[in-house]
């Protein structure tokens, strides 16, 4: 939970005051020369009014170039980031052919499986050659293959379930998934911090939503008790289901789910448990199998696990695992299974390979050895980022970890100067965070190396000093030297 200070605070909406003023001096002045010029708009309604895109206009133009950076190579540790000119003040941004080898802190990269992997690839190829790129059909028509079905069932052994099904993209996952598990007359109970897809996936159900605080279980039991003795709108009616839905690991905090908790309220309610795993599964456990064997939770307590295949996996799609009933029920009822086209073989390949050097059924300790250096590399930059102090949030062995930034000066001075020094990490702003509490996400993988890691670490804490975002006291300064050496 991020507590702003007072004097950060003031800063920070100062800051926000004056591009908000200055932006609508622009406006007006803007309209002032429209209006000589002589405009045919045949009857239509702009598209987009001035109230509605002036956040765009006026403040993320003015530093889109910390954002959307396209790349040159695999994402490993590693990659080449393409540079960029704007010669209309960042209104458009132009591609050179030249490219910056830079540190990879900003890919979801958490086992190293996006780049070239001695037992994944040849297979990968293999089924290109074999499957072609797409199936060019849906699920129900022609684009299962045998491949999606050894998939499935991999999946579902994996997680500890009894079933799982496929989809082609992560985000619609959830969007697409929880309209087909609740509706009218349902209760949706959501972490006010859950992400963008669980929260259209709710507002498209057409059940009530209610919103408990962050991680909070106190709080979670205090809005059941208040919904179940309500009911629902107007009818006081019982609810005809309940759904508390949570993430594993929170993507813009870092922070784990205090699943055990959760699910002790949700067993006590009679409210089904809805896991989110996307940033877990794969990249916690101690063998990878996400928050329920971090946290000691059996998996036939929670009854919707979904996760993705696009962070620990190096691969793109998603999945649900719940009971043969309920997957039986999405198949014949959710539109992402319906309607799209299926994963891509190559693609499905890529996550059967991955779980299978993650398992050992590669025939090697790969898997093993890619998880726990996650977990030593996730802790070890954590600790020294707060020893230089930062605000870091998060929880250790989470690979994600926010460095708070707050003011939006500090966005780009932070971004554009890690840049320079061969240091690519990601930002993130308003409307993904609340105004208030910009910040860059740093995103840690099992390919990082010991020297990665202090390179970075020494370029964040240079431009940290820089740009003034040290907001601790820092520890005496020890040059890791020898937790290098009891390491390596």
């Excluded at 802190?105 to 996006?114: D, I, M, T």
């Amino acid at each position: 939970m991020v507590r702003l200070p007072y004097t950060t605070a003031l800063t920070t909406l100062f800051s926000y005051g004056l591009l908000f003023a200055f932006g609508q001096l622009r406006d007006f002045f803007r309209k002032l020369i429209d209006w000589f010029r002589a405009k045919d708009v045949k009857g239509y309604a702009p598209i987009c009014l001035g109230l509605e895109d002036f956040y765009v206009r006026r403040l993320y133009l003015r530093i889109q170039d910390c954002f959307g950076r396209p790349i040159a190579s695999a994402p490993d540790s590693w990659f080449d980031v393409v540079e960029r000119y704007s010669n209309d003040s960042n209104k458009t941004l132009q591609r050179t052919s030249n490219t910056s080898r830079c540190l990879n802190l900003g890919s979801y990269n958490y086992l190293g499986f996006a780049a070239a992997d001695e037992y994944c690839t040849p297979l990968v190829i293999e089924s290109l050659k074999k499957y072609s790129p797409s199936t060019c059909s849906v699920r129900v028509d022609g684009g299962t293959t045998k491949l999606h079905t050894e998939l499935e069932e991999l999946v579902a052994r994996f997680v500890g379930k009894p079933s799982a099904i496929l989809f082609g993209m992560g985000y619609v996952t959830n969007s697409a998934i929880i309209p087909c598990l609740v509706g009218k007359g349902g209760l949706i109970i959501s972490d006010s911090l859950n992400h963008n897809s669980i929260v259209n996936g709710a507002r498209g159900s057409g059940a009530t939503v209610r919103v408990f605080q962050h991680n909070s279980p106190a709080h979670l039991e205090e809005v059941l008790r208040e919904q179940i003795a309500c009911g629902q709108p107007r009818t006081h009616r019982p609810w005809k289901k309940i759904i508390v839905i949570v993430e594993g690991i929170y993507s813009m905090e870092g922070e784990l789910c205090k699943l055990p908790e959760v699910i002790a309220v949700c067993k006590k309610y009679k409210a089904y448990t809805y896991l989110d795993e996307a940033h877990s599964i794969g990249a916690v456990g101690q063998s990878g199998r996400g928050v329920c064997e971090l946290l000691g939770v059996d998996p036939a307590d929670v009854d919707i696990m979904m996760g993705t295949f696009t962070k620990s996996f190096g691969s793109c799609g998603g999945y649900i695992a719940a009971s043969k009933e309920i997957i039986q029920h999405l198949k014949l009822s959710c539109p992402a299974h319906l309607y799209a086209t299926s994963m891509s073989p190559p693609a499905v390949q890529q996550v059967i390979s991955a779980i299978k050097v993650i398992l050992g059924e590669d025939g090697s300790n790969r898997g093993a050895q890619k998880i726990a250096r996650i977990r030593e590399n996730s802790n070890f930059f954590r600790s020294e980022l707060k020893k230089m102090g930062f605000e870091v949030l998060g929880d250790n062995d989470s690979p994600v970890m926010p460095i708070m930034l707050y003011n939006p000066a500090k966005i780009p001075a932070f971004s554009r100067e890690c840049l320079r020094q061969k240091v690519a990490v990601v930002t993130v702003a308003f409307p993904a965070t609340p105004l208030l509490l910009a910040r860059a996400r740093i995103c840690i993988s099992a390919s990082h190396t010991r020297e990665d890691l202090i390179k970075a670490l020494d370029v964040i804490s240079r431009v940290g000093d820089l740009v003034g975002i040290k907001y601790f006291p820092a520890e005496p300064p020890k040059i890791a030297e020898a937790d290098h050496d009891k390491l390596e």
